[in-house]
């Protein structure tokens, strides 16, 4: 057998001129013109998924529609950012978003924020400030698959929309790399499922102040404690929410906030608890919480300022001097105590050393 280059010349010189004819046609398109750019078309395909997003969504009827639809660059539409000529973030609080979110809109990879929310609801239900609604529809165990599609996704925020149902929370939601999620007043009617303790980069979770009819069934699973990073954690106002305080939320070392007040949890508080060094606020009132708590033991959250156990069957001892006698929160409610025992608690215990007021005012 004879190898081509030692065939009649004849020969190779016809197959040569048959592959140089059939290369360009077979072995796919010609290279691009180095005076266009790619960046047009991507930038073309995400104003296209947008503007499905946005006829999905009523744009017309938007209180903000700035630049939608125009062949202004993506970063001056309203609520939008870009990175590198990606969308990076959509942010459209309040902007009276309506109807059904699109599969165009997670088509959208490089998202980081996405944030819908309807912050002037906080379960009112007064008609009057539906203008600053959003009033998204769907349901969230068809959207999670979705969002989990979303891998650069840090913030989720839905925060108000009363029009998404859900039963349990879907476990595609809980990616490594998210940071905060926001799902409050949300008509829950399921579980947070173990998927939890995947989401190990979460700093920020609220699913608390849920739907007056429906909320959080369950029980807090113990794999939340796997979320080192945590530093607010709200659960409160979901009635059916039961279950003890899991044993080893002390290993949630970051934790700053703990509500966790207006649910049904039962148990004692667990000694882990005291590990929290760097916790400001623990609200614990209106639960079913037996035993015994020493209130003196609160001098070992050397940053705390608020503490809640009202409305449980736990006993509480003697309150210590360095609670004062009548203290003022920025509401104007306040706690007093007379002979040794609380009498007036409307919402949590502030403490005012110095240091505490000192580091309060700090933060705000």
Known sequence: MHSISRQNPVISAILF?????????????????????????????????????????????????????????????????TTDGHVTEIV???????????????????????????????????????????LISGDLNELGPKIGNLTNLKELDFNGLVNITCGDIPDE??????????????????????????????????????????????????EITRLKRLEYLELSFNSHLTGHIPENIGDMTSLKWLRLDMCALTGTIPESIFKLKNIREILLGCNFLEGEFDLSRLTEFPKLYGFDIEGNMQGIGLV????????????????????????????????????????????E
């Open 92 to 134: 459209l609080t309040g902007n009276h978003l309506e109807g059904n979110l699109p599969d165009e809109l997670f088509e959208l990879v490089y998202l980081e924020r996405l944030v819908l929310d309807s912050p002037r609801h906080h379960n009112t239900y007064d008609d009057s400030d539906m203008e600053n609604w959003n």
């Open 173 to 222: 939601i809980w990616m490594p790399q998210i940071e905060r999620i926001v799902l409050s007043q949300l008509p829950i009617k399921g579980c947070i499922t173990p998927a939890i303790g995947n989401a190990t980069n979460l700093r920020y979770l609220d699913i608390g102040r849920n739907n007056r009819k429906t909320d959080i069934h369950g029980t807090i699973p113990e």
């Open 320 to 363: 210590p001097d360095f609670i004062s006698q009548v203290i003022f929160n920025n509401n104007g409610y306040f706690y007093s105590y007379c002979y040794g025992e609380l009498i007036t608690c409307k919402e949590q215990v502030y403490f005012n050393t110095p240091d505490m007021v000192a580091e309060r005012l700090a933060e």
């Open 17 to 81: 001129i048959t592959l140089t004819t059939l290369l360009p046609a077979g072995c796919g398109k010609e290279a691009p013109d180095e005076s266009e750019s790619i960046l047009p078309t991507d930038e073309m395909s995400q104003k296209a998924a947008l503007m499905k997003f946005y006829e999905a969504t009523k744009g017309d009827r938007w209180m903000n529609k700035l630049n939608w639809g125009s062949d202004r660059p993506l970063q001056e539409w309203f609520g939008i950012r």
